[in-house]
């Protein structure tokens, strides 16, 4: 009887492409990169300042799979030269242009002021990351991204954009920025293949959304969810990682809320 024949190695979705994800250190950033790492993806990790634990993440992804690679790189999203560093570290780690960016470095007032008691500096230092980030992280992904197919720009907003709820003027308004800029950059990089859309949660249960909250406010949340729970950042990678494979190719200009229908 003859023996069976051995079985192929799985190709991944994400086999041979880079992705910058920059918040990568922790939170929503840091389950994207790692289930980008699972679809096959070599990643570049930017982070701002948590060194220890984008080291740790990067040497877990490293010693978890054969196929992919992850490099942390320190940078400073609202600094051209920082978001250009992450883009010239994909090409010298991988030997080629990154395919894919999420930009998900963010940042928010934990104190939750009224549009009337918000300091300028507070304002300013808000848009600086959640907005001039993004749009300096869109801006290298328009001209340095590769062409021909498996380029995808994901950046991840809130829906907070839709609720509009008081206390986060200065927060939902960086966030709106980001929604109205990667529309119009979808439209902007027609005939190169990328695809940009955005990804906008709802509450999740991570650091920068406890910063600030009561119990109180937290189960009041929880409550207005018809899902009856604060979403996990397991229930918004997955959500990123079909927006970077071959599989959304058709979906281009979009913003994705997932929020287990929260608004």
């Known amino acids: 009887m003859a023996s069976s024949p051995a079985s192929a190695p799985i190709s991944l979705p ?52 054969s196929q992919t690679r992850a490099v942390p790189v320190k940078a400073d999203v609202s600094d051209p030269a920082g978001v250009k560093a992450l883009f ?6 991988f030997g080629r242009p990154a395919h894919i960016l999420v930009a998900c470095a963010g940042v928010m007032d934990s104190k939750n002021p009224s549009i009337a008691n918000t300091d300028l500096e507070d304002w300013d230092s808000t848009f600086a990351v959640n907005s001039r980030g993004a749009f300096l992280c869109c801006r290298e992904a328009a001209r340095r991204l590769a062409r021909g197919g498996g380029g995808r720009v994901v950046a991840v907003s809130s829906s907070l954009v839709a609720a509009l709820s008081p206390g986060y003027g200065a ?13 119009i950059l979808s439209k902007e990089l027609k005939g190169t293949a990328i695809t940009a859309n955005c990804v906008a949660p ?25 899902m009856g729970r604060l979403g996990e950042t397991k229930d918004i990678a997955p959500v990123v990682g079909f927006l970077c494979t071959d599989a959304a190719e058709w979906v281009n200009g979009q913003v994705i809320r997932v929020n287990g229908g929260y608004i």
């Open 202 to 226: 709802g509450p999740v249960a991570t650091e920068l959304f406890f910063a600030g909250k009561s119990e109180e406010v937290v189960r009041r949340l929880v409550e207005l969810n018809p």
């Open 14 to 65: 994400l086999a041979g492409r880079t992705a910058i994800v920059t918040g990568a250190s922790r939170g929503i950033g840091r389950a994207i990169a790692t289930h980008l790492s699972s679809l096959g993806a070599d990643l570049i990790l930017g982070y701002a300042s948590n060194s220890a634990q984008a080291d740790l993440l990067a040497a877990d992804l490293n010693s978890s799979s």
């Open 171 to 183: 927060y939902t308004a960086s966030k709106a920025a980001v929604e109205a800029m990667v529309r």
């Open 88 to 93: 010239d570290r994909a090409e010298s780690s």
